[in-house]
């Protein structure tokens, strides 16, 4: 899932000291992971050397479900989330990588959102969003405040966004379908590829 920046130790309340990021870049720095490895003896040094572990994203898949990693409204990151039009409606992400480096098996998989300049002659593959799952808290001064999940959908073939809530289905605005108030929490978003039909598993 997207991985916020974090936040200043000497002040872990402070989600404002958060720097500007866009969805596109946080995403692709999470399809993109590097990480630490305990180290490794190199026969050419004659001695042990720190590894770096990097996972790459193979290839763009047909659909992106991405998690927010959020666990509440007040979660590390949430404030990204409910800045206007940050969850973007379309994204693109390139659609072949190269190596980074001889023998390395590739390179970083980009992700250009809107606004961002696309190279010339750079071959994307376009996604759509076409799912919003959400936590929302319900009750009042009175009661304990719980969670209530609920989904925001997409029509594949009327391009009409949806409200789904229990047996209750509601037509809605994409604007609501991206943006998010104070007692709503986003779960998982889905992306799929315009350049190919996508159909369920019955």
């Given amino acids: 899932y997207p991985q916020p920046p974090r936040r200043n130790s000497a002040n872990k309340n402070a989600e404002e000291e958060l720097p500007p990021m866009a969805f596109a870049r946080m995403l692709e720095n999470s399809i993109s992971v590097e990480s630490s490895a305990p180290r490794a003896w190199c026969e050419k040094c004659k001695t042990y050397k720190p590894l770096r572990q990097s996972k790459r994203m193979a290839a763009p898949p047909p659909v992106l479900c991405i998690a927010s990693g959020l666990s509440g409204p007040d979660s590390h990151g949430a404030s990204y989330w409910r800045g206007d039009g940050w969850l973007p409606t379309e994204v693109s992400i390139l659609a072949r990588t190269a190596p980074e480096k001889e023998g390395d098996g590739g390179g970083r998989l980009l992700v250009y959102g809107p606004g961002d300049s696309v190279p010339e002659g750079?071959?994307?593959?376009?996604?759509?969003?076409?799912?919003?799952?959400?936590?929302?808290?319900?009750?009042?001064?009175?009661?304990?405040?719980?969670?209530?999940?609920?989904?925001?959908?997409?029509?594949?073939?009327?391009?009409?966004?949806?409200?789904?809530?229990?047996?209750?289905?509601?037509?809605?605005?994409?604007?609501?379908a991206v943006t998010f108030a104070t007692w709503q929490t986003p779960c998982l978003v889905v992306y799929q590829r315009k350049d190919i039909d996508v159909v369920a598993p019955s």
């Fill in 122 to 176: 750079t071959e994307v593959v376009n996604y759509e969003l076409m799912s919003v799952i959400s936590s929302a808290l319900v009750g009042d001064a009175s009661t304990e405040l719980t969670s209530h999940l609920y989904a925001q959908l997409k029509s594949p073939e009327r391009g009409q966004w949806y409200t789904v809530n229990d047996f209750v289905v509601s037509p809605c605005s994409t604007k609501d």
